[in-house]
């Protein structure tokens, strides 16, 4: 079973930056195109950006120019370099491999908080 481990989040002030990683178990990341999702409080989950397997990424309209999503394929890793941090970016963030009709492939690990307030 492939287990999704986030991490890297934390409080920090508006402008600042985080890098947030999602370990993928099971040795399979590799095949996948992968993805950062966030879920702000009373709003539904979002993808905010994508990876192909081979690395080719593509971002929500609100993020661009300031986020950027890489991944590590030896070592089953994904990051996202957040910066000039908003407070509306303020949310849970989760990894996952989207797949069609807006799904992704495997259950959600605990996601990783990130808070943006001075």
């Known amino acids: 079973q492939v287990q999704l481990v986030e991490s890297g989040g934390g409080l920090v002030q508006p402008g600042g930056s985080l890098r947030l990683s999602c370990i993928v178990s099971?040795?399979?990341?590799?095949?996948?195109?992968m993805a950062w999702y966030r879920q702000a409080p009373g709003k539904q989950r979002e993808l905010v950006a994508r990876?192909?397997?081979?690395?080719?990424?593509s971002y929500v309209d609100s993020v661009k120019g300031r986020f950027t999503i890489s991944r590590d394929n030896a070592n089953d890793t994904l990051y996202l370099q957040m910066n000039s941090l908003k407070s509306e970016d303020t949310a849970v963030y989760y990894c996952?491999?989207?797949?069609?009709?807006?799904?992704?492939?495997?259950?959600w690990g605990q996601g990783t908080q990130v808070t943006v307030s001075s």
């Open positions: 099971g040795r399979i990341f590799s095949s996948y195109a």
């Open positions: 990876v192909t397997s081979s690395g080719s990424s």
């Open positions: 996952n491999a989207p797949i069609a009709g807006n799904k992704w492939m495997w259950s």
